[in-house]
């Protein structure tokens, strides 16, 4: 893990590459700004984007919160079992312990921000503890 650098950043999306994190399946993130690339010691910044039919597995964090904001598309994110569609605009807050999952059901790519703080329990985009 980086440390922090006390550094401002200017750098644009394009700079960053997309990954598939594991346990998630035609979703992509580029990751803006987390401990390794910025030394951020509390947040971790990325966009996503879901090919349709693109999802990540269902999980928990234990102590993680997350935001997710949708730019783009459509989809079904679901929280402890309670389905929503999703579209822009919408705002997803989801606080620690909350069993979550998105799905592109749509029929264009599902663009969206997340953050997430503390950092400690993602890694690539997936909860590193148990019960992930």
Same mark, same amino acid.
């Given at each position: 893990?980086?440390?922090?650098?006390?550094?401002?950043?200017?750098?644009?999306?394009?700079?960053? *590459?997309?990954?598939? @994190?594991? %346990?998630?399946? $035609?979703?992509?993130?580029? *990751?803006?700004?987390?401990?390794?690339?910025?030394?951020? %010691?509390?947040?971790?910044?990325?966009?996503?984007?879901?090919? @349709?039919? $693109?999802?990540?597995?269902?999980?928990?964090?234990?102590?993680?919160?997350?935001?997710?904001?949708?730019?783009?598309?459509? $989809?079904?994110?679901? *929280?402890?079992?309670?389905?929503?569609?999703?579209? @822009?605009?919408?705002?997803?807050?989801?606080?620690?312990?909350?069993?979550?999952?998105?799905?592109?059901? $749509?029929?264009?790519? *599902?663009?969206f921000m997340v953050v997430?703080? @503390?950092?400690?329990?993602?890694s690539l985009g997936v909860?590193?503890?148990?019960?992930?």
């Open positions: 893990m980086a440390q922090s650098t006390r550094e401002a950043l200017v750098f644009r999306a394009e700079e960053r *590459l997309w990954i598939e @994190p594991p %346990q998630h399946y $035609g979703a992509y993130s580029k *990751l803006l700004i987390n401990a390794d690339n910025a030394g951020s %010691q509390h947040l971790d910044v990325r966009i996503s984007s879901y090919q @349709p039919k $693109g999802a990540s597995d269902e999980h928990v964090h234990e102590r993680a919160e997350q935001v997710y904001y949708i730019l783009r598309g459509r $989809g079904l994110m679901v *929280l402890d079992g309670e389905r929503a569609v999703v579209e @822009p605009n919408t705002t997803i807050f989801i606080p620690p312990g909350v069993r979550h999952a998105l799905y592109n059901t $749509g029929f264009e790519d *599902l663009l997430t703080s @503390p950092i400690g329990e993602v909860a590193n503890e148990a019960g992930a």
